[in-house]
């Protein structure tokens, strides 16, 4: 099989379609709190968070829906810790996203062994299935390739919707966008930067969370302790990647996605014989970094990113 | 024209305003009403308590006692959203603008209900393109603020309290940030404004504006209202006395034979920054002993020149002599070891280090060469001549260790001046020295500039503000385009002269003629 065949499959479209997915939905929570002007460094231990959460709450009985939206809350919960600490006490917001990552990681995995003591392997859900949508998905390549999927990765497409409209739509997302470009200028018209900021920090940690249930309710069927493996990090890289916007960081999020779903393929052709698997897996990295290079030189970062702001004070 | 009409109540009354900030009373027991129709100018020094009395009037501080009254209602303290809805707009002096946004949503934010379905971006464009026609403020809403120039932000800021239905407005020192041109673009607007039923409170420091646009001055002094005057009944040397209490002194420049040549440029061309031009085949001659002024609207070439002369350009063509060696190497920390000391243009960003404290920004160009012995730094040398710096130069503040951000405009700048004028420069590049000093500051610094003059130095004055130029240079150029005017002696040329070499004229007679 050659790079041509590859690229022109559908089940390798369909795969990288799956892969970004929960890359969408946390690269669009990062990419609130970053336009509120929090950078939220939680994203890892958050998507791990929210992993768990919405499997344990499924393996417990909730229906599946049910177990994004106590993903949903877990997120919120870790994401109103982060707000608390860097919007109105204004800590580093380096050391709080780090401190939130490590929190959410080890308590996830200390509830993991106080809930299930006894396991070796973890217990399996019965997780979303893929729903084909009528007459699209019999459309030759596209059919297959993107409307064979699970809903979760359908309410991923339409949060990066959702979140373009009310950015540059609502007087909330002019509010949330000045709110990281200039708190004083916020301020000056009565709002409350505080509120504005702590609200991006906290819905956007949600989206995060809910990005890392995608993984144990619709890629796979369980939670493993290194299933998210990163991929926070790589979130935030695709918000610089989409210079800050949803519609270019959703093209960067399956941009990284196909190269995901291409190595593991050339790790089956006859090069795959000769060459280290490691390099292989080291592609996507190595060419998401060349894209960020290439992409974000003119970028317009949020001018009041990681500022922190005290009412009052000059 | 008084527009004061006493059957008409007053559309701003303050009562007895007293704010205290820890032992220092910013605003003493101040009192004062604006009637509609109104200018009133507020003058005072930096730190007189000018921007804390507006900053009370539109909420952002809340006073320790006495109300503001607007349109007859008690207005609630420390709420800006209550100033705004009670018809009160306020152009800050540092604008509060988001630069990634475009006009029209700087304009917007804040004015629909965060839970308002969608932005009414085409009913909001055109309210803006009524207001920018009537009030005179030509704008494109579409613009990103951070693409506009300075009085293009203003514009967009004065918009923004229009669009909000403002009939009071606020201008804290309006014209500190822009050019002559754009500040009488303001004063029109401003006379459009009043004529349409508006009352203003215009803030400044600069006497020939008050006298231009206001009705009515009050004087603060140390947080106290101090005087009050019909601006009819006044003269701009009233007003400065009152001001600093006392009388105002311009230094004296006595004629003096000019001394050697210090530095020379010949034919020297230079790269443009952004869209500042470079210099062109400029040739110039500074003496010691004499104070070079060079004229002109900024942005015509005066950073290129001041960065060539600090060392931070090389020239592209043409010749850089100093004591009459030629110069190859530049940089810098050349540029020190020549014995050129710069004041520069912006003393916040290229002048001082904002959190470093002020032993720090002293030393900040000799560290290596003074304040070092074997690799360490000497810290309480350091610090004593940060001591000696803060006596001798006046420089008013809580101590050396104190960071430098929290230091007023003038006393930062008598900071940088003690810092050059200790190093016993032989070439002072002093880039618009006194922009934004009030007159005490502005008085000192010319007077050391006066000083070091007469000690045998050349200083090269670069300011937009022609009386400073023609007060205190024995020689004159004026800057257009990157070209350089011809030397005018002391008293040979009238500001009107100058104004047209500013404007671009008379260069190409000369090009013609050579």
Not at chain 2, 78 to 86: E, K, M, S
């Amino acid at each position: 099989m050659d790079l041509i065949d590859i690229l022109t499959s559908a089940a390798f479209w369909a795969a990288a379609i799956r892969i970004a997915s929960p890359l969408i939905f946390a690269t669009m929570g990062e990419l609130i709190c970053e336009r509120a002007g929090v950078l939220n460094l939680g994203i890892e231990g958050i998507m791990v968070a929210g992993a768990f959460a919405g499997w344990i709450a499924v393996w417990a009985g909730l229906p599946l829906w049910g177990g994004v939206a106590v993903a949903f809350a877990a997120g919120m919960a870790f994401g109103l810790l982060h707000a608390t600490l860097s919007v109105p006490f204004g800590l580093s917001q380096h050391v709080v996203g780090i401190g939130v990552t490590l929190l959410a990681t080890s308590l996830t995995f200390y509830t993991y062994r106080v809930v299930l003591p006894e396991v070796s392997s973890p217990p399996k859900i019965e997780a979303f299935q893929p729903f084909e949508v009528p007459i699209l998905s019999h459309i030759p390549l596209i059919g297959p390739a993107f409307f064979a999927q699970t809903p979760l990765t359908y309410a991923a497409f339409l949060l990066v919707i959702a979140v373009a409209l009310v950015l540059y739509r609502t007087p909330l997302g002019l509010a949330v966008r000045a709110a990281g470009e200039n708190p004083q200028a916020v301020a000056a018209q009565g709002l409350s930067v505080t509120a504005i900021r702590m609200g991006a920090v906290i819905v956007g940690s949600g989206f995060m969370a809910v990005g890392g249930a995608f993984l144990t309710l619709s890629a796979f069927d369980s939670f493993f302790f290194d299933m998210v493996n990163g991929r926070g990090w790589i979130c935030i890289a695709l918000v610089v990647f989409g210079a800050w916007k949803p519609g270019k960081a959703l093209l960067g999020a399956v941009l990284f996605a196909a190269f995901d779903a291409l190595q593991i393929r050339l790790q089956q052709t006859p090069i795959g014989a000769v060459v280290p698997y490691q390099l292989f897996l080291m592609m996507p990295y190595i060419l998401s970094i060349l894209a960020l290079v290439l992409m974000s030189r003119r970028a317009e970062v949020p001018a009041a990113l990681m500022v922190t702001f005290n009412k009052g004070e000059r | 024209m008084s527009a004061r009409d006493q059957a008409q109540p007053p559309v701003l009354r303050l009562s007895n305003i007293t704010k205290r900030f820890g032992a220092l009373c910013a605003n003493d027991d101040v009192s004062f009403s604006l009637a509609k129709g109104e200018v009133i100018a507020l003058l005072g020094e930096n730190g007189a308590g000018k921007t804390t009395l507006m900053n009370i009037l539109f909420g952002q501080y809340s006073a320790d006692a006495g109300e503001v009254e607007v349109f007859g209602q008690r207005l609630a303290p420390g709420n800006p959203r209550a100033a705004l809805d009670a018809g009160v707009g306020m152009v800050h002096q540092h604008f509060t603008l988001a630069g990634n946004l475009t006009v029209w949503e700087n304009i917007v934010l804040g004015t629909q209900a965060l839970s308002a379905p969608r932005l009414r971006a085409r009913a909001v464009k055109a309210r803006i393109a009524d207001l920018s026609k009537r009030f005179h403020l030509p704008v494109d809403p579409d613009a990103k603020v951070g693409q506009l120039s300075v009085g293009e932000r203003q514009r967009v800021e004065i918009l923004k309290a229009l669009y909000r239905d403002a009939r009071i407005l606020i201008l804290d020192e309006p014209t500190a940030v822009l050019t002559p041109q754009e500040s009488d673009a303001l004063f029109a607007t401003l006379r459009e404004a009043i004529g349409l039923g508006l009352s203003v409170v215009f803030i400044s420091h600069k006497l020939h504006e008050v006298m231009a646009i206001s009705h009515r001055v009050l004087v603060l002094r140390h947080g106290r209202l101090v005087a009050e005057r019909a601006t009819a009944d006044t003269s701009r040397e009233e007003l400065a006395a009152l001001m600093v209490g006392g009388a105002v002194s311009s230094p004296k420049i006595a004629p003096m034979p000019p001394g050697p040549a210090l530095m020379r440029l010949s034919d020297v061309s230079s790269k443009g920054e952004g869209h500042a031009p470079g210099l062109q085949s400029v040739t110039l001659t500074l003496h010691g002993g004499q104070i070079t002024g060079l004229a002109g609207v900024s942005g015509n070439g005066q950073g290129a020149l001041s960065d060539l002369i600090s060392g931070l350009a090389m020239p592209s063509a043409g010749q850089l002599e100093i004591a009459g060696d030629a110069i190859t190497n530049w940089s810098p920390r050349r540029a020190l070891a020549r014995g050129i000391g710069r004041i520069p243009e912006d003393r916040h960003h290229t002048g001082t280090i904002a959190d470093f404290d002020l032993t720090e920004n002293a030393v900040l160009e000799t560290y290596t060469r003074d304040f070092a012995r074997h690799g360490w730094l000497d810290w309480a040398a350091a610090r004593a001549h940060a001591e000696a710096l803060i006596a001798t130069y006046d420089v008013r503040c809580p101590g050396p260790d104190t960071a430098i951000r929290l230091l007023s405009g003038g006393n930062m700048q008598k900071l940088i001046l003690g810092r050059v004028l200790e190093t016993k420069p032989r070439i002072i590049l002093a880039n618009q020295p006194v922009r934004g000093l009030d007159i005490g500051a502005l008085n000192y610094v010319h007077a050391r500039l006066a000083e070091a003059r007469e000690q045998g130095a050349a200083v090269l004055l670069i300011s937009e503000d022609l009386d400073e130029i023609i007060t205190l240079s024995d020689v004159i150029h004026v800057i257009s385009q990157g070209r350089l005017s011809p030397a005018f002696a002391r008293g040979t040329m009238a500001p009107e002269a100058l104004g047209r070499w500013m404007a671009g004229d008379g260069f190409a007679e000369v090009a013609h003629a050579s």
